[in-house]
């Protein structure tokens, strides 16, 4: 036996207890162990074995950090297939989440039984790979085809109530998972009931699976593992045999396992967790927060608002009159509606959060007793500091003063106070109740435990918090600004806004740059401009059809018309014709002679400039690790997960390749495409960006 299973005997039955904390992965110790058990308790000449998880939860899968280097012997196939060919009984008792190899494990048991409370589901497609321990073949033996492809493709989580409606598992019941396993295997054995492999099962009912799959690809927005589990399934149905399937299982699983995507999503599943593990708050304990303060109830303020309560946080907001303060808790009301009609919240929750929870003002003392204030007003530094200037003077001592802005520098509105130290960025994504990011962005003087409730508020929120210095635009939309220009130039030198949104989308973003725009709003784009106009370097290259279009009036979808014209009741739009025009006219002030574009080079260079920048900003400490500007691109702008972010796909790319075209494009544009020093010291020391979120950990 290994330490990770701890071998015991009942009469004539044998428990197989996991003892692998956190989570009872599938690590070789423990595929070691349950061997081991299974052979002694044959050996021993037990009646059943019943397997079961020590700690929060039974196995939560295989165990992904062994992703990616040689399998160790037993492998979890071949350890599935031995379980079900055990010559006694075996009994599987679930609790907390049964995932992945967890489940097939469950699978290869002949029978199951779990507590009320417990989580099934086969999310390997989320990691880029697929249930590859039998489960596309056992699974639809029991689940039936069809809730089998939903089950394995969608890769969600399932209760133990839909798991015994749908034949996962055998029986639900209350208790610890140790007694309510051993009652039921005594139970099997006095009954005399048989073994029962799930491989003796016969082949469930085929379906259309062509059609499934290219209903599945599209779906995955150029994702292939949930399309390709949909092959391993059809083998379940149409191989000549199990171990054919099986074996058919094993070629799509190694397919997938090599590729780049199954990197990227698992480089995403660990960063995700790592982002808000700061080492330097590991001491530090965050400020109480029990109510908030909201200064702006607009589109951001109220859907931070709304995220408060949903997180059981009061909130006091503060507009600048009583008819904004009303149209502030319609736009939170409406909010909270959506939220009840989706069945998130109870009717109960509802009123609570509209009534007592809320508190809607005009006079700043109203909030004497908040513990911390979002600012969320209009993106103007005089306007932001005298809203400082009032929060200085009526809050509490040791009360958090934030703001949500987008660009402007907090260290300015830090000054706009007495007490810098308690102030920070909490930059949230529109909108706010839905979006996961939240940039923490840490002033100067921002206090630790300052920044530590940043992180305490955002888990609460249930947000992805990241940390970013203070620059103008932070970690994201400082990139964003960047490839945004990108493309804005391929479009002055001849790419169509259309081509290029059309490329994006086929890279996995759900939107091109253009039709976000649209989506945001062009006028906001506009303003930045303007604002920034008066500071430009004279040697950056400037265009102007984006702005022709807003002295038009065309702001995007809240006019109607922007790079698309948009009518209603439809989804989508259809482009613009005046678009054309602005940007001949533009080509032709700049005297600038268009050029095609292939495909590859809008992505190439699209992806150049967000990567040079995101290097920039990494090499300059603004972020701590590559690993947080990936996060901040999956979580606030929809990069495709499956890339694993922006710098994960560099380092896929190859960066040296990367560095190597943005100095080619710098020939032409040696202002915009001035290379990151990170990027030319990594590819000069032939390191890559992953190495660094190595070198910190
Ligand atoms: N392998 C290795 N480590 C794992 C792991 C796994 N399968 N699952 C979780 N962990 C680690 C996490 O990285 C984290 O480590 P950290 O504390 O050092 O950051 C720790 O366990 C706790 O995890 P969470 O913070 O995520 O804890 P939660 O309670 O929030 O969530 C969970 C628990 C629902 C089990 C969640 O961790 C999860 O979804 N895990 C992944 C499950 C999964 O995808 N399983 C399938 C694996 S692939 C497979 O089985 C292939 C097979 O078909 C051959
Ligand atoms: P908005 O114009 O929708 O709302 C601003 C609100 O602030 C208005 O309701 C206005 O009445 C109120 N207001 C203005 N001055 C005030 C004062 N002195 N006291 C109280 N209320 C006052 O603007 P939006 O989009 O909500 O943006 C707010 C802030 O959030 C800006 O700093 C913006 O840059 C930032 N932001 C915006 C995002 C977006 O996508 N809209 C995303 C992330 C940040």
Same mark, same amino acid.
């Given at each position: 036996?290994?330490?990770?299973?701890?071998?015991?005997?009942?009469?004539?039955?044998?428990?197989?207890?996991?003892?692998?904390?956190?989570?009872?992965?599938?690590?070789?110790?423990?595929?070691?162990?349950?061997?081991?058990?299974?052979?002694?308790? =044959?050996?021993?000449?037990?009646?059943?074995?019943?397997?079961?998880?020590?700690? @929060?939860?039974?196995?939560?899968?295989?165990?992904?950090?062994?992703?990616?280097?040689?399998?160790?012997?037993?492998? $979890?196939?071949?350890?599935?297939?031995?379980?079900?060919?055990?010559?006694?009984?075996?009994?599987?008792?679930?609790?907390?989440? !049964?995932?992945?190899?967890?489940?097939?494990?469950?699978?290869?048991?002949?029978?199951?039984?779990?507590?009320?409370?417990?989580?099934?589901?086969?999310?390997?497609?989320?990691?880029?790979?697929?249930?590859?321990?039998?489960?596309?073949?056992?699974?639809?033996?029991?689940?039936?085809?069809?809730?089998?492809?939903?089950?394995?493709?969608?890769?969600?989580?399932?209760?133990?109530?839909?798991?015994?409606?749908?034949?996962?598992?055998?029986?639900?019941?209350?208790?610890?998972?140790?007694?309510?396993?051993?009652?039921?295997?005594?139970?099997?054995?006095?009954?005399?009931? %048989?073994?029962?492999?799930?491989?003796?099962?016969?082949?469930?009912?085929?379906?259309?699976?062509?059609?499934?799959?290219?209903?599945? $690809?599209?779906?995955?927005?150029?994702?292939?593992?949930?399309?390709?589990?949909?092959? !391993?399934?059809?083998?379940?149905?149409?191989?000549?045999?199990?171990?054919?399937?099986?074996?058919?299982?094993?070629?799509?699983?190694?397919?997938?396992?090599?590729?780049?995507? @199954?990197?990227?999503?698992?480089?995403?599943?660990?960063?995700?967790?790592?982002?808000?593990?700061?080492?330097?708050?590991?001491?530090?304990?965050? @400020?109480?927060?029990?109510?908030?303060?909201?200064?702006?109830?607009?589109?951001?303020?109220?859907?931070?608002?709304?995220?408060?309560?949903?997180?059981?946080?009061?909130?006091?907001?503060?507009?600048?009159?009583?008819?904004?303060? =009303?149209?502030?808790?319609?736009?939170?009301?409406?909010?909270?509606?959506?939220?009840? +009609?989706?069945?998130?919240?109870?009717?109960?929750?509802?009123?609570?959060?509209?009534?007592?929870?809320?508190?809607?003002?005009?006079? &700043?003392?109203?909030?004497?007793?908040?513990?911390?204030?979002?600012?969320?007003?209009?993106?103007?530094?005089?306007?932001? /500091?005298?809203?400082?200037?009032?929060?200085?003077?009526?809050?509490?001592?040791?009360?958090?003063?934030?703001?949500?802005?987008? &660009?402007?520098?907090?260290?300015?509105?830090?000054?706009?106070?007495?007490?810098?130290?308690?102030?920070?960025?909490?930059?949230?994504?529109?909108?706010?109740?839905?979006?996961?990011? $939240?940039?923490?962005?840490?002033?100067?003087?921002?206090?630790?435990?300052?920044?530590?409730?940043?992180? !305490?508020?955002?888990?609460?929120?249930?947000?992805?918090?990241?940390?970013?210095?203070?620059?103008?635009?932070?970690?994201?939309?400082?990139?964003?600004?960047?490839? /945004?220009?990108?493309?804005?130039?391929?479009?002055?030198?001849?790419?169509?806004?259309?081509?290029?949104?059309?490329?994006?989308?086929?890279?996995?973003?759900?939107?091109?740059?253009?039709?976000?725009?649209?989506?945001?709003?062009?006028?906001?784009?506009?303003?930045?401009?303007?604002?920034?106009?008066?500071?430009?370097?004279?040697?950056?290259?400037?265009?102007?059809?984006?702005?022709?279009?807003?002295?038009?009036?065309?702001?995007?979808?809240?006019?109607?018309?922007?790079?698309?014209?948009?009518?209603?009741?439809?989804?989508?739009?259809? %482009?613009?014709?005046?678009?054309?025009?602005?940007?001949?006219?533009?080509?032709?002030?700049?005297?600038?002679?268009?050029? =095609?574009?292939?495909? !590859?080079?809008?992505?190439? @260079?699209?992806?150049?400039?967000?990567?040079?920048?995101?290097? +920039?900003?990494?090499?300059?400490?603004?972020?701590?690790?590559?690993?947080?500007?990936?996060?901040?691109?999956?979580?606030?702008?929809?990069? %495709? /997960?499956?890339?694993?972010?922006?710098?994960?796909?560099?380092?896929?790319?190859?960066?040296?390749?990367?560095?190597?075209?943005?100095?080619?494009?710098?020939?032409?544009?040696?202002?915009?495409?001035? %290379?990151?020093?990170?990027?030319?010291?990594?590819?000069?020391?032939?390191?890559?960006?992953?190495?660094?979120?190595?070198?910190?950990?």
């Amino acid at each position: 036996m290994t330490h990770a299973i701890h071998y015991e005997r009942v009469d004539d039955i044998a428990i197989l207890k996991a003892q692998n904390p956190p989570v009872n992965a599938l690590g070789i110790d423990v595929r070691l162990g349950l061997l081991a058990g299974i052979e002694r308790a =044959e050996a021993e000449g037990a009646r059943a074995v019943l397997i079961y998880g020590d700690g @929060r939860t039974f196995f939560a899968g295989a165990d992904i950090r062994e992703f990616g280097k040689p399998m160790k012997d037993p492998g $979890l196939p071949d350890l599935c297939n031995r379980i079900e060919s055990a010559d006694l009984i075996v009994v599987s008792a679930l609790h907390g989440t !049964a995932l992945g190899g967890g489940l097939e494990v469950a699978l290869s048991s002949h029978y199951r039984i779990a507590v009320p409370s417990a989580k099934m589901g086969l999310p390997e497609v989320h990691l880029g790979i697929l249930p590859g321990a039998g489960g596309t073949q056992r699974l639809p033996r029991v689940a039936g085809t069809e809730a089998a492809l939903d089950m394995i493709t969608s890769g969600r989580h399932f209760g133990a109530a839909e798991a015994l409606e749908k034949g996962v598992i055998d029986r639900v019941q209350e208790g610890e998972p140790r007694e309510i396993g051993l009652a039921y295997a005594r139970e099997l054995l006095d009954q005399g009931a %048989p073994r029962r492999p799930v491989c003796d099962m016969p082949a469930p009912a085929a379906v259309d699976f062509d059609a499934v799959y290219e209903k599945t $690809l599209a779906k995955g927005r150029g994702q292939l593992s949930p399309a390709t589990a949909v092959r !391993a399934v059809q083998a379940a149905c149409e191989a000549a045999s199990f171990l054919e399937g099986l074996r058919r299982e094993r070629e799509l699983f190694t397919e997938l396992m090599e590729s780049d995507q @199954r990197q990227g999503l698992i480089h995403a599943f660990f960063s995700e967790r790592a982002v808000s593990k700061l080492p330097e708050l590991a001491d530090v304990t965050p @400020r109480d927060v029990a109510s908030v303060g909201v200064i702006g109830g607009g589109t951001m303020g109220a859907g931070i608002a709304t995220a408060a309560l949903l997180a059981g946080v009061s909130v006091v907001l503060i507009e600048r009159d009583a008819s904004a303060a =009303e149209a502030a808790g319609q736009r939170i009301s409406g909010n909270l509606s959506g939220a009840l +009609k989706r069945g998130k919240i109870s009717q109960d929750q509802f009123d609570t959060m509209t009534g007592d929870a809320l508190e809607l003002a005009t006079e &700043y003392g109203a909030l004497e007793q908040v513990d911390l204030v979002i600012e969320a007003v209009f993106e103007d530094m005089d306007v932001k /500091r005298e809203v400082f200037k009032a929060l200085d003077a009526n809050c509490k001592p040791g009360a958090i003063l934030a703001s949500n802005t987008s &660009y402007l520098d907090i260290n300015e509105i830090a000054a706009a106070t007495s007490r810098p130290r308690d102030v920070i960025g909490l930059h949230f994504f529109s909108p706010a109740h839905v979006m996961k990011l $939240l940039e923490v962005v840490v002033a100067d003087q921002t206090d630790p435990d300052v920044v530590a409730t940043g992180f !305490a508020l955002g888990k609460r929120l249930r947000k992805i918090s990241v940390r970013s210095g203070v620059c103008d635009g932070f970690i994201g939309n400082r990139i964003m600004n960047a490839y /945004r220009k990108a493309a804005d130039y391929m479009v002055l030198d001849g790419a169509s806004p259309y081509q290029i949104d059309r490329v994006m989308t086929g890279f996995g973003f759900a939107m091109g740059p253009f039709a976000v725009g649209d989506l945001a709003g062009l006028d906001i784009g506009w303003a930045a401009r303007k604002r920034r106009a008066p500071h430009r370097d004279p040697r950056e290259r400037v265009v102007h059809f984006a702005d022709m279009l807003c002295e038009g009036g065309d702001f995007g979808q809240k006019t109607g018309k922007g790079f698309y014209v948009y009518e209603a009741g439809k989804r989508g739009g259809t %482009p613009n014709p005046d678009v054309e025009k602005y940007i001949a006219q533009d080509q032709a002030d700049q005297g600038v002679s268009p050029r =095609e574009f292939s495909d !590859a080079e809008i992505l190439r @260079r699209y992806m150049c400039a967000m990567v040079n920048e995101a290097a +920039k900003v990494v090499g300059e400490g603004i972020a701590r690790r590559p690993l947080d500007v990936d996060m901040v691109l999956l979580f606030g702008y929809g990069f %495709p /997960r499956y890339h694993g972010g922006p710098l994960k796909w560099a380092d896929l790319q190859g960066l040296a390749g990367i560095l190597e075209d943005i100095e080619t494009y710098a020939k032409e544009d040696p202002y915009f495409w001035q %290379p990151a020093p990170l990027l030319q010291t990594l590819v000069a020391e032939g390191r890559c960006f992953d190495d660094l979120n190595k070198a910190e950990k």
